[in-house]
């Protein structure tokens, strides 16, 4: 609390100087509010995210507060029997193949433990997982009953396209600027709530996906390399897909992708063995870096930026806003 208590401090008094107005003297050489500024803008920026993102956070407890209040209201029950009833009765238990899924796919994490030894935490896990899901979809419910506006309006980030195409209309009024990894198991994860997003909106939305390759993950820079190959023959979104759904990312399946996204084999394999992309990969690594991605995957919607593999449900939150907003606009 003390920690938040400083930030807002420190914000709401930075206004409050005058651009040139001298912070400091050494000597005879002043030191201005505008030179100040500059020198430490990436920290202001993450401030502003920061006091952004704990408002959004309180609004939206809040709001969700006050809707299943008003709808237990409206049914004549308690707030917790109706959340009982449509949020947990309404959040499927996992089954012992859905646990055991989880436990294969993340198995270099589990410390050498045993499936029977992580199997109740495992379950736990997802049905949490599953409860917050199914959360979320009540609150989206209970504001369309209940008209629900939210008027702060958060910082966008001017972050570019990248090099290569969009998927959707390029007059689509919501673009998501997708920065992700192959390799990266959460950015495989978001997939098909993307491919979902895609299609619930149609031509409303378009995709550009920019790479931003951990370090940790060897094979995700050679993956980015082959989609810049598949992109000179005018199928990387086709490419994109192979890879993204694949768990081999060798050297030889990347090329099987290839034949099988109907590349040209040939140009495929001189393509890749020049590696000509490296500086291209680059660049999107430094937008990211300079828009605040620390990690993958990071989304910005209209320039809002969104962490990590979010669900539908906040999707459809941020894109419907920036429907309205720009609704209201025009």
């Known amino acids: 609390m003390r920690k938040i208590l400083v930030v807002s401090f420190t914000v709401a008094l930075l206004p409050a100087l005058a651009g040139a107005e001298t912070v400091a003297t050494v000597g005879k050489k002043s030191v201005t509010r505008d030179a100040v500024e500059k020198e430490v803008q990436d920290q202001l920026d993450d401030l502003e995210q920061q ?3 704990i408002l959004r956070a309180g609004i939206e407890q809040l709001v969700a507060t006050e809707l299943i209040e008003q709808e237990a209201a409206a049914r004549g029950v308690s707030a917790d029997a109706l959340q009982n009833t449509e949020i947990v009765e309404k959040s499927t238990k996992p089954s012992d193949e859905e646990v055991k899924k989880l436990y294969d796919d993340n198995q270099a994490q589990m410390g050498g433990q045993t499936l029977d030894q992580m199997k109740e935490r495992l379950a736990q896990y997802l049905m949490q997982e599953r409860m917050q899901k199914r959360a979320l979809e009540f609150i989206a419910e209970l504001k369309k009953k209940y008209p629900t506006k939210i008027l702060l309006r958060p910082k966008t980030i001017d972050v ?3 090099s290569r195409p ?3 209309d390029a007059k689509a009024p919501i673009t998501i600027v997708e920065f992700s990894d192959y390799e990266c198991p959460f950015c495989k994860r978001a997939e098909p709530t993307v491919k979902e997003v ?5 031509d409303k939305v378009r995709l550009a996906y920019r790479d931003f390759p951990l370090p940790n993950h060897t094979n995700a820079r050679p993956a980015s390399e082959a989609a810049y190959c598949a992109n000179e023959q005018g199928k990387f979104w086709q490419y994109h897909d192979k890879v993204m759904a694949a768990s081999d990312l060798s050297a030889a399946n990347l090329k099987a992708l290839a034949q099988t996204a109907g590349l040209d084999e040939k140009k495929f394999d001189e393509c890749v063995s020049a590696d000509r992309f490296e500086a291209k990969i680059n660049e999107d690594i430094t937008a990211g870096e300079a828009a605040g991605v620390s990690g993958t995957p990071a989304f910005f919607i209209n320039g809002r930026m969104m ?7 906040k999707f459809k939150e941020v894109i419907d806003e920036e429907l309205e907003f720009a609704g209201s606009k025009s």
């Open 307 to 313: 962490d990590g593999a979010q669900p539908l449900e």
């Open 51 to 53: 006091r952004y993102d």
């Open 166 to 168: 969009p998927f959707g």
């Open 160 to 162: 570019g396209l990248g």
């Open 198 to 202: 895609l299609k619930f909106y149609g």
